[in-house]
């Protein structure tokens, strides 16, 4: 048998003969060289029937996500300016509670709101009165409705609410304390904190801010977006301090008492070393405030329609100076100490309200930072602030 004779080698070295491997003896036959070829795979086109039923679920999921979105903003829109006042502003919200409550514990009292900034917050401490008072149906019931910041234009602000809130206090005391009047520049109630206002607030904020289309412009920016804008203050609510990104952000409302009141500086009497590093860091502050100072128009109009307003709703008005320190007090200049005495007898003999001032009446050492009174100081203060306010507005209540 002979085999078919190969195509050349192109590895054949010439004049040696040809290796034959094993299985071309074991076969008799040569290997031939073999070409290949390749063949490009044809893949057959998926099914339109297959793709589009994932394509309709994406974008279906894709629609009830921006519906989700836009629902969970809607309520929180809603939830802010509407039924719940705690989101919006805590501090307002916890104590316009409270103040329910008690009101409705106490019925046929003379209801007295103390209207101010930190000072009272942290200063009247209705429940000190509680324990000392006679036990008569005529005594004061004293709540303080202090906000953190605050000065006239946000008193009113505070006032206004509670009147479209539904109460009707018998007596309304007006924070009085003249670093809180001015409102030039940087020192403007505008730039306090405008995450809190309403937009019922806007009639106070067109009258008496100095760019109030500035404030308008960021409350509305602010609620495309409610849960971005307010997320901080809302773990704060639901969530306990420990578990606080920001452990800073619920100090003006989470130690709030039934009361109203917000536990101040915890400092000793005998703590004089805690006081000094108080009163050192707010010394250069407070001259700074106290340099080119004057009493803005605006703090007086915004007084004095507070004090219209209560009287506008039956109740009587007072003006409450709270106690500083004997060394705070040498931080004014001569000339801003005599125009806040001077406004404050203007004021008073104007509105024809009576004026408590208590601003020399406690220690030094119960006044932990020079102008805020410490726990123990705000107890014996308001011990004392209770009968003052019955001399104040005897049988309250009557006709204004």
């Known amino acids: 048998?002979?085999?078919?004779?190969?195509?050349?080698?192109?590895?054949?070295?010439?004049?040696?003969?040809?290796?034959?491997?094993?299985?071309?003896?074991?076969?008799?036959?040569?290997?031939?060289?073999?070409?290949?070829?390749?063949?490009?795979l044809v893949r057959a086109p998926r099914s339109r029937t297959v793709r589009a039923p994932q394509a309709r679920r994406a974008r279906a999921a894709v629609l009830w996500f921006a519906l989700a979105v836009l629902v969970t903003n809607g309520a929180a829109l809603a939830a802010l300016d509407a039924p719940w006042p705690n989101l919006r502003d805590p501090e307002y919200g916890w104590r316009v509670r409270r103040l329910h409550a008690r009101a409705a514990e106490h019925p046929g009292r003379p209801l007295v709101l103390v209207v101010g900034s930190s000072r009272t917050g942290m200063g009247v401490r209705p429940a000190a009165w509680e324990a000392v008072r006679p036990g008569t149906g005529d005594d004061p019931l004293i709540f303080n409705f202090g906000a953190v910041g605050a000065g006239p234009i946000q008193q009113l602000i505070a006032v206004r609410r509670l009147y479209a809130d539904g109460l009707r206090p018998d007596v309304v005391l007006l924070e009085y304390w003249p670093p809180l009047l001015r409102q030039d520049g940087?020192?403007?109630?505008?730039?306090?904190?405008?995450?809190?206002?309403?937009?019922?607030?806007?009639?106070?904020?067109?009258?008496?801010?100095?760019?109030?289309?500035?404030?308008?412009?960021?409350?509305?920016?602010?609620?495309?977006?409610?849960?971005?804008?307010?997320?901080?203050?809302?773990?704060?609510?639901?969530?306990?301090?420990?578990?606080?990104?920001?452990?800073?952000?619920?100090?003006?409302?989470?130690?709030?008492?039934?009361?109203?009141?917000?536990?101040?500086?915890?400092?000793?009497?005998?703590?004089?070393?805690?006081?000094?590093?108080?009163?050192?860091?707010?010394?250069?502050?407070?001259?700074?405030?106290?340099?080119?100072?004057?009493?803005h128009p605006a703090s007086d109009r915004a007084l004095r329609e507070a004090a219209g307003l209560a009287r506008a709703h039956g109740a009587r008005v007072g003006l409450l100076f709270l106690p500083e320190a004997s060394e705070f007090r040498t931080w004014y200049p001569p000339e801003v100490e005599r125009s806040g005495r001077e406004h404050l007898v203007t004021l008073a003999r104007d509105l024809d309200a009576p004026v408590i001032d208590a601003r020399e009446w406690m220690g030094d050492e119960l006044i932990a930072d020079g102008h805020h009174l410490s726990r123990v100081g705000a107890a014996a203060f308001t011990e004392?602030?209770?009968?003052?306010?019955?001399?104040a507005f005897p049988a309250p209540g009557g006709a204004p």
């Open 186 to 295: 940087q020192f403007a109630e505008q730039h306090r904190s405008w995450t809190r206002l309403r937009f019922d607030d806007w009639p106070v904020m067109q009258d008496y801010f100095p760019e109030p289309e500035q404030t308008r412009r960021l409350m509305v920016s602010s609620r495309v977006n409610p849960i971005a804008g307010n997320h901080a203050r809302w773990a704060a609510l639901a969530l306990p301090r420990h578990l606080l990104a920001n452990r800073h952000a619920d100090v003006a409302w989470r130690d709030l008492d039934r009361w109203g009141w917000l536990p101040g500086p915890d400092v000793r009497p005998d703590d004089s070393k805690t006081r000094e590093g108080f009163l050192k860091h707010h010394r250069e502050d407070y001259r700074r405030h106290f340099d080119g100072h004057t009493i």
């Open 384 to 391: 004392r602030l209770g009968p003052a306010v019955a001399r």
């Open 1 to 40: 048998m002979s085999a078919e004779p190969c195509e050349t080698d192109p590895t054949a070295v010439p004049g040696r003969r040809p290796q034959i491997g094993a299985a071309v003896r074991w076969t008799g036959l040569r290997p031939r060289a073999v070409r290949l070829r390749l063949v490009g």
